[in-house]
């Protein structure tokens, strides 16, 4: 705990005054613990002084001045004692307004918490007014005691409608301005209410992790450049050979420099391949390294498609990591949609990264050639898995009878439906209990479903293989699912839409490319083969005696 030298100096009416200094660093602010007794009343933030000694009030509340002695005291959050001349000592009634605008109504104090601020430099928390619930905190941060930004606090946090916090909605995030992100030194986060000015507890400390062994990492790289050709099939014959990390990142890397020096020969000066080197350092410094578990043998493949840029990948893979048990594979498909997510592989250990130049329906068919489990997992959408995912797709699998398939049920940021399943309607993927309550009853069991969508969904690996995958002359990969669980359907095989197997949706999964001809194609293709499947009788299924 830092040395804080200050000083209660008065309580003049419902008003504790007073300053204190962090004699450590004298410019930052200090968070101040207002107690009557052991009772915690609340925090208020000593701030703004030139010469370090940060004055502080805080507004007693009237339960105070009950016509009872009350010992007040204050101190330095998480100190062990407190400022000179405290404790003092407050007894009577309620002695009237204390500050200019005290005749006003008493402004409700939100409850909430500053929960964490990630690696990443997010800061993320939740906070709603108690007597008044439909009204949404307006929270500003403080960094190092300058005002740095503000946000509304009306995200839904399931966790926090669980514990019967009104509608959940009042989940905050907030990103750490770049210059804090590049400091050396820690930085004080601190939430509060920007109506009320009280403190959300607990303020934070950030300090960027630099990994520093990336320059070294990037000038090997560059001597590589020489020999590029040769070093690039050796790098793909690592990756056969055992698909260790090290031969992922050579490969992607070489990729860069292959791509460089085509814009090179196109024109751009040599100069550009520098370009490599600020990518690398900006990535290695600004993102924290994790791995995921590397099983020989799994039991489930997660394919991811990279379907927003480095950043949010990122956060959707760490949230995803955080997420899982067990001996599962994660596969990262990147359609290069966006360069910077070939960087991933830098900061983001024991994926297998796939850049896959094809189409939506040969990226999926190619990721389940790929995948190494029994069980696939798709997701092509920016969204994470909600708790206990993984243990739903590993039931869902050993019902009986056993599905083929399962579709996921993907909630918005709101909490409610996007899709549970698809629904064929005249030939046309329509989503299946869209806008609707996921805890309603009709979508609270495993139940059939038509199809799954192309989002999210979960399939028997030998199921896909046997039916040759997504038949690819279709446009969209909706389209293309809905025609594979036709005939999937038609060979005895079952879709069931599973509940606990479920993501949470970050962001629009990106627009499926397609004339309105096209469409009117596959509702067409997908009406002639429900009809003809309709009038053909199912394969016999073998019978286990």
Not at 240 to 268: K, S
Not at 386 to 400: I, K, N, Q
């Amino acid at each position: 705990m830092a040395d804080i030298n200050g000083r209660l100096e008065t309580i003049a009416g419902r008003v504790v005054e007073g300053w204190a200094t962090d004699l450590a660093d004298p410019a930052l602010p200090v968070l101040i613990e207002v107690r009557d007794g052991d009772l915690l009343l609340g925090s208020t933030l000593a701030a703004g002084s030139q010469d370090g000694r940060h004055r502080f009030g805080f507004l007693l509340p009237l339960d105070v001045f009950d016509g009872t002695e009350h010992v007040i005291s204050v101190r330095a959050a998480g100190a062990g004692t407190d400022l000179q001349n405290s404790p003092l000592r407050v007894v009577g009634h309620d002695p009237g307004p204390a500050l200019p605008d005290a005749a006003k109504p008493a402004l409700t104090i939100p409850t909430g918490s500053l929960d964490l601020v990630s690696d990443e430099g997010w800061v993320m928390g939740w906070a709603w007014y108690p007597n008044s619930p439909a009204e949404r905190v307006e929270i500003e941060f403080l960094i190092d005691g300058a005002l740095s930004g503000s946000t509304v606090a009306a995200s839904y946090r399931a966790d926090v409608a669980a514990a019967g916090v009104g509608d959940g909605n009042y989940g905050y995030s907030w990103a750490l301005p770049y210059h804090v992100l590049t400091r050396a030194r820690e930085s004080l986060v601190i939430a509060r209410d920007k109506r009320t000015g009280h403190v959300l507890p607990e303020p934070r400390k950030f300090r960027q992790l630099v990994v520093t062994d990336a320059v070294e990492k990037v000038t090997a790289l560059e001597h590589e450049l020489r020999q590029l050709t040769a070093s690039i099939g050796l790098a793909q014959r690592r990756e056969r050979a055992d698909q260790q990390e090290a031969a992922e990142l050579f490969r992607i890397v070489g990729d860069f420099f292959v791509q460089l020096a085509a814009a090179t020969a196109a024109g751009e000066p040599p100069g550009s391949l520098r370009t490599l080197r600020n990518a690398v350092t900006e990535v290695t410094s600004k993102y924290r390294p994790f791995a995921f578990e590397l099983p020989a043998a799994p039991a489930i493949s997660l394919c991811i498609e990279a379907v927003a840029p480095l950043a949010q990948t990122y956060q959707q893979l760490r949230a995803i990591r955080d997420s899982l048990s067990g001996k599962v594979e994660v596969i990262l498909l990147d359609g290069g949609m966006f360069e910077d997510v070939s960087l991933l592989p830098l900061v983001v250990r024991n994926i297998r990264y796939l850049r896959l130049d094809r189409t939506p329906l040969q990226r999926v068919n190619d990721a389940m050639q790929a995948a190494s489990a029994d069980i696939v997992v798709y997701l092509a959408d920016l969204a994470v898995p909600m708790e206990g995912w993984l243990d739903a797709v590993r039931a869902g699998f050993v019902t009986e009878p056993a599905p083929a398939a399962l579709a996921a049920q993907m909630l918005g940021a709101d909490g409610v439906l996007e899709h549970a399943g698809v629904t064929l309607a005249a030939g046309e993927p329509v989503p299946n209990g869209r806008r609707r309550d996921p805890g309603a009853e009709a979508f609270a069991f495993a139940a059939p479903v038509e199809a799954v969508a192309a989002t999210a969904f979960a399939v028997r690996r030998d199921e896909w293989l046997r039916l040759h995958g997504l038949d690819e002359s279709y446009t969209s990969p909706g389209a293309a699912l809905a025609d594979f669980c036709l005939r999937l359907r038609d060979g005895g095989g079952t879709v069931l839409c599973e509940p606990g197997f479920a993501f949470t949706q970050w962001g629009a999964a990106p627009a499926e490319a397609g004339s309105a001809d096209a469409a009117r194609d596959d509702s067409d293709r997908l009406r002639q083969l429900a009809a003809a499947l309709a009038h053909t009788p199912a394969a016999p299924q073998p019978v286990s005696v």
